[in-house]
């Protein structure tokens, strides 16, 4: 704006030169100083001017905010969230373990019964349309589908048996089972109702140690037959039935000969054998551990209360006592045992 003005009277005073004629008069010169202070005060008074034309803004105090509305953050009565509880959820019991916690050392083949103990937590009620399912893992020879037993209220708690089989072969095994519904749709325990309850087992094979000796028992033997008799010269008994001179040859055991030299003989037929054993009563261990043979026994003198050990034609152990002699007749008495 101020260069406009200063070509301006440049201008004019040039036009001014040009237009007047030659005179005498005396020529006008041109004050530089008085030209610079117009030039000046032109261009001072033009920005005057100029500033005057801005409109003014008026600014607000320093130091001072409007404040920003804020959001009403209390949820009414029907904008209040709430979380469905699900159809079909388990929780695990306490313990849910009821039989074979992990790590159960099993024999190969034994079988077991395996029960957990599951807790309703969620809305539904489990019919008896539900079942524990194999889901994964060894199945370990078990039924893959095991109805429950019963119906299940939810917050109630119920234990799930199946029953199961150990592999054959040495190792460790895992079997992962889920619970049904109706619909066959499967759920399970964790945060999330999807995760398995399982067993695990260890099959190990059985090991063999060599038994330590035990002492020898002497069970209580069964008596099948006692009774006394009464022998002459060449008289038989048997001492399985107890009769003397029985009809059938076969069945004599023992035979009494008296008279000859030495006085007294018995001899035994059929396969019986026998052993003097002394004046000491036999048990039965003792008669059925003693050496036995079919030679024949003599005697001049009647040894009162000696006894003799036998086993008979029919492989019966038994005992024998020589009770006495008497106008021509040995008097014995036995007792056959049972074999137990």
Known sequence: MMKKTL?????????????SEPSLAATVTLDGTVLN??????VTADFD????????????????WTPVPTWARTRSEGETATVENPCDRAAAGHPIDVT?????????????LKTWRLENVGSCTWTRLYAVVFFSGNSLNAHQTNTLAGEVEPGEVIDVTVDMEAPMTPGEYQSNWMLSNADGELFGIGPHGDAPFWVLIEVVSSVTNTPAPSPTV??????YLTGEAELGDGDQLNLDAGTVNPGDA??????YQYGGDPLHVLMTMNGTVWNLYGETEPTFGDCTEANLSGNAISFTDVPVGTYICYRSSEMLPGRMLIEGFEAGQLQVSYLTWAVP
Do not use: N, R, Y
């Not at 001017?49 to 001072?64: C, D, E, I, N, R």
């Not at 074979?100 to 077991?112: A, N, Q, V, Y």
């Not at 076969?250 to 035979?255: G, R």
């Open 7 to 19: 070509l301006s009277i440049l201008i004019l005073l040039a036009l001014s030169a040009c237009s």
């Open 37 to 42: 202070e117009t030039a000046v005060s032109q």
């Open 49 to 64: 001017a100029t500033q005057h034309l801005v409109p003014t803004q008026t600014l607000p105090p320093a130091g001072t």
């Open 100 to 112: 074979i916690p992990d790590e159960t050392i099993l024999e190969p083949g034994e079988t077991f």
């Open 218 to 223: 002497t069970s209580t033997p069964v008596v």
């Open 250 to 255: 076969t069945l004599t055991d023992v035979v």
